[in-house]
């Protein structure tokens, strides 16, 4: 009998068989062991997790990956005051607000399907019958292969934070609404002092032109002339009162705004002298001021610097006594942004307390509280003029040893290059080269009659109208040189007849300029934007009247 193969080593089939049988047994043995190793592991990753999970403060869970939830942690229990018997798989449905469950439970059966990370936030009832909100999240936890083998919840308390969250946005929508009260009543008084400014400039525009006119009557009484002295002050007192109102609420709304040019401040500090000098003569009091023969030039608003020294030079004369004495004085200094310029306004008043010198730039402050008011005013000026310098770049400043020892107001600003052609060349005149024919369209009466009878006395041929539509009639039939025309018309007011005019090619010529009681911003750009070449406040000067007959811009 012959024997069969054998291996080098002289092992026969038999033994390879054996062999055979043996690894496969090994790896039996070492497959099983690796499983007993795996469940160990895992048993022991589960029991850390159940020991974890009730030592931490948020709420625990462990579902398996089909959703069934299989374990809770002790807060779980501590919050909600159930069981395991209670909560086990879908029981926890039982706890959370019926309002939101068919969502939550849809969004958790989707995240077990797709094998999505869960997340939301929903009320969850306590022991004590009360919902608190908890951001609840679940992860799923994934073998090697990527299989999803259970899901790890954490429900974090975030009662607290959505109250004061819910709070804030509450706070936060209170105060959008106050803001927007603020806001509304901001407008709303913005409003009423415009229109107010409106119904006080047409009594005053009708004013102011009767007062020129009684001027230009030849008379020699002295009583009449006092009269007329006392009259025409007076208009000029009421239309600071109301441009100053007008400042203040530009300011408190932001729509100041200055039309800069390189301006001489000697000579608009010799302008405002010259403006106040007959307040100052009435009261008998010497003033002295020796303006320096060379130009001190400044980027700034000529018309609100005027404005500026009119308003100190006015204070001063008021807080004088008849008989005592003002002083201005320019000066300039270096300083290391360049040169700048500072003029004194001193005088002998009746002084400032310590503690009133910043005081007096307050809005509506007065340093004379007596019954009397002697000095009168609304407590405008000095707070407009601090305002209208600090817009140039500058400061004011006062100073006083005390009451009854005067006190000094400085005006500090920064001084530029000079300009090619002198400011002082551009003040208005009163005489006219040319006598254009003129058509005036006001519906108050008297501003009419008063502005039509100026124009007249100084040889114009002048047209009136009542009402915006009779006025663009008046306009387009007699093809004037010049209209003025009050925006604040019935009917078709102002600006309907500046775009009516400008629509038409035969009254491409007329020079239209918009009277008006709104000197805002706002108004200016309607009235350029309907196609006016000049915008002038009433009550108009006869300066300005004069300026503009001559077809300068100012």
Same mark, same amino acid.
């Given at each position: 009998?012959?024997?069969g193969?054998t291996?080098?080593r002289?092992?026969?089939?038999g033994?390879?068989?054996?062999?055979?049988?043996?690894?496969l047994?090994?790896?039996?043995?070492?497959a099983n062991?690796?499983?007993v /190793?795996?469940?160990?592991?895992?048993?022991a990753?589960?029991?850390?997790?159940?020991?974890?999970?009730?030592?931490?403060?948020?709420?625990?869970?462990l579902?398996?990956?089909?959703?069934?939830?299989?374990?809770y942690n002790?807060?779980?229990?501590?919050?909600?005051?159930?069981t395991?018997?209670q909560?086990?798989?879908?029981?926890w449905?039982s706890v959370?607000?019926?309002?939101?469950?068919?969502?939550l439970?849809?969004?958790w059966?989707t995240?077990v399907?797709?094998?999505?990370?869960?997340?939301v936030?929903?009320p969850?009832?306590?022991?004590?019958?009360?919902?608190?909100?908890?951001?609840t999240?679940?992860?799923p936890?994934?073998?090697?292969?990527?299989?999803?083998?259970?899901?790890v919840?954490i429900?974090t308390?975030?009662?607290?934070?959505r109250?004061?969250e819910?709070?804030?946005?509450i706070?936060?929508?209170?105060?959008r609404?106050a803001?927007?009260?603020?806001?509304l009543?901001v407008r709303?008084?913005?409003?009423?002092?415009?229109?107010?400014?409106?119904?006080?400039?047409?009594?005053?525009?009708?004013?102011?032109?009767?007062?020129?006119?009684?001027?230009?009557?030849?008379?020699?009484?002295?009583?009449?002339?006092?009269?007329?002295?006392?009259?025409?002050?007076?208009?000029?007192?009421?239309?600071?009162l109301?441009?100053?109102l007008?400042?203040v609420?530009?300011f408190?709304?932001?729509?100041?705004?200055?039309r800069?040019?390189?301006?001489d401040l000697?000579?608009v500090?010799?302008?405002?002298?010259e403006d106040?000098?007959?307040l100052?003569?009435?009261?008998?009091?010497?003033?002295s001021?020796?303006?320096?023969p060379?130009?001190?030039?400044v980027?700034?608003?000529?018309?609100?610097?005027?404005?500026v020294?009119?308003?100190?030079?006015?204070?001063?004369?008021k807080?004088t006594?008849?008989?005592g004495?003002?002083?201005i004085r320019?000066?300039?200094e270096?300083?290391?942004?360049?040169?700048?310029?500072?003029?004194?306004?001193?005088?002998?008043?009746?002084?400032?307390?310590?503690?009133m010198?910043?005081?007096?730039?307050h809005?509506?402050?007065?340093?004379?509280?007596s019954?009397?008011?002697?000095?009168g005013?609304?407590?405008?000026g000095?707070?407009l003029?601090?305002r209208?310098?600090?817009l140039?770049?500058?400061?004011?400043?006062?100073?006083?040893?005390?009451?009854?020892?005067?006190?000094?107001?400085?005006v500090?600003?920064?001084?530029?290059g000079?300009?090619?052609?002198?400011?002082?060349?551009?003040?208005?005149?009163?005489?006219?080269?040319?006598?254009p024919?003129l058509?005036?369209?006001?519906?108050?009466?008297d501003?009419?009659?008063m502005?039509?009878?100026?124009?007249?006395q100084?040889?114009?041929?002048?047209?009136?109208?009542?009402?915006?539509?009779a006025?663009?009639?008046?306009?387009?039939a007699?093809l004037?040189?010049?209209?003025?025309?009050?925006?604040?018309?019935p009917?078709?007011d102002?600006?309907e007849?500046?775009?009516?005019?400008r629509?038409?090619?035969?009254?491409?010529?007329?020079?239209?300029?918009?009277?008006?009681?709104?000197?805002?911003?706002?108004t200016?750009?309607?009235?350029i934007?309907?196609?006016?070449?000049?915008? /002038?406040v009433k009550?108009?000067?006869?300066?300005?009247?004069?300026?503009?007959?001559?077809?300068?811009?100012?």
């Open positions: 009998m012959t024997s193969p291996d080098r002289g092992r026969g089939p033994r390879r068989a054996a062999d055979t049988s043996d690894r047994i090994s790896q039996v043995r070492e062991e690796a499983l /190793l795996a469940t160990l592991r895992a048993e990753s589960e029991a850390t997790f159940r020991s974890l999970f009730d030592t931490m403060p948020q709420l625990g869970w579902a398996r990956p089909d959703g069934h939830i299989y374990f002790r807060g779980w229990y501590a919050y909600t005051g159930t395991l018997a909560m086990e798989g879908w029981g449905r959370h607000d019926p309002a939101v469950l068919p969502d439970e849809a969004h059966r995240c399907e797709t094998g999505t990370p869960f997340e936030a929903c969850l009832r306590g022991d004590d019958g009360r919902y608190r909100w908890f951001l999240r679940a992860n936890e994934r073998d090697e292969a990527g299989k999803v083998v259970r899901w919840g429900n308390d975030i009662d607290d934070q109250r004061n819910q709070q804030l946005a706070a936060l929508e209170r105060e609404l803001r927007s009260e603020a806001d009543a709303r008084k913005d409003e009423f002092l415009a229109m107010l400014a409106h119904e006080l400039r047409n009594p005053l525009a009708a004013l102011s032109a009767a007062q020129h006119l009684l001027a230009q009557t030849a008379t020699t009484d002295p009583q009449l002339l006092r009269q007329n002295a006392i009259s025409e002050r007076q208009v000029r007192h009421l239309t600071r109301v441009d100053d007008l400042d609420a530009r408190e709304s932001g729509s100041i705004e200055l800069r040019e390189r301006v000697v000579a500090v010799a302008d405002a002298l106040t000098r007959e100052m003569v009435t009261r008998h009091q010497e003033v001021f020796v303006p320096d060379v130009p001190w030039w980027s700034g608003d000529p018309t609100r610097l005027l404005q020294f009119n308003n100190l030079l006015v204070n001063a004369a807080y006594p008849d008989g004495r003002i002083a320019c000066v300039t270096a300083r290391a942004e360049g040169p700048w310029a500072r003029v004194e306004i001193e005088d002998t008043g009746q002084g400032i307390a310590p503690e010198l910043d005081e007096v730039f809005l509506f402050a007065q340093v004379d509280h019954l009397d008011r002697t000095g005013g609304l407590g405008l000095l707070t003029a601090r209208l310098v600090g140039h770049g500058g400061e004011v400043h006062a100073h006083s040893d005390g009451l009854g020892r005067g006190s000094t107001f400085t500090e600003l920064p001084l530029i000079a300009p090619a052609v002198s400011v002082a060349a551009r003040r208005p005149r009163r005489d006219a080269s040319i006598n024919r058509v005036v369209i006001e519906d108050n009466d501003a009419r009659e502005l039509q009878a100026i124009l007249q100084w040889g114009h041929v002048v047209e009136v109208a009542a009402d915006g539509e006025g663009a009639k008046l306009i387009l007699s004037p040189d010049m209209a003025l025309i009050d925006v604040g018309l009917g078709l102002g600006f007849v500046a775009q009516a005019v629509a038409s090619p035969l009254a491409a010529r007329t020079l239209l300029v918009a009277l008006t009681g709104y000197g805002d911003a706002t200016r750009g309607r009235a934007a309907a196609g006016f070449d000049h915008h /002038l009550p108009v000067t006869p300066e300005q009247l004069a300026l503009v007959l001559s077809k300068r811009s100012f």
